[in-house]
């Protein structure tokens, strides 16, 4: 069964930097847009990056010049590097792949941005 699991994430100081991996499994990774969402307490998944399977990518406003979306699809892997955190980031961060009418989730990994 197709199965997406993420990790990097971690207690980290205000500017401080972080590197999310998801790696999938069960899939035909590079025909798959991978993205990936956060929720923090009390609201909404809200999508924070997204790739698409030629390599196109597309950033919520709230991150654009702080963090990259990147995929290798050789490892089946997408990552989300994530530069210069502010308490705000701070979530759940989950790993998404779509393709047509698939839909897959990861199980998400915690991230909390404070000093």
Same mark, same amino acid.
């Given at each position: 069964?197709?199965?997406?699991?993420?990790?990097?994430?971690?207690?980290?100081?205000?500017?401080?930097?972080?590197?999310? !991996?998801?790696?999938?499994?069960?899939?035909?990774?590079?025909?798959?847009?991978? !993205?990936?969402?956060?929720?923090?307490?009390?609201?909404?998944?809200?999508?924070?990056?997204?790739?698409?399977?030629?390599? !196109?990518?597309?950033?919520?406003? !709230?991150?654009?010049?702080?963090?990259?979306?990147?995929?290798?699809?050789?490892?089946?892997?997408?990552?989300?590097?994530?530069?210069?955190?502010?308490?705000?980031?701070?979530?759940?961060?989950?790993?998404?792949?779509?393709?047509?009418?698939?839909?897959?989730?990861?199980?998400?990994?915690?991230?909390?941005?404070?000093?």
């Amino acid at each position: 069964q197709v199965q997406l699991v993420e990790s990097g994430g971690g207690l980290v100081q205000p500017g401080g930097s972080l590197r999310l !991996s998801c790696a999938a499994s069960g899939l035909a990774f590079s025909l798959y847009g991978m !993205s990936w969402y956060r929720q923090a307490p009390g609201k909404e998944r809200e999508l924070v990056a997204g790739i698409t399977s030629g390599g !196109s990518t597309n950033y919520a406003d !709230s991150v654009k010049g702080r963090f990259t979306i990147s995929r290798d699809n050789a490892l089946n892997t997408v990552y989300l590097q994530m530069n210069s955190l502010k308490p705000e980031d701070t979530a759940v961060y989950y790993c998404n792949a779509k393709k047509d009418w698939r839909n897959y989730w990861g199980q998400g990994t915690q991230v909390t941005v404070s000093s």
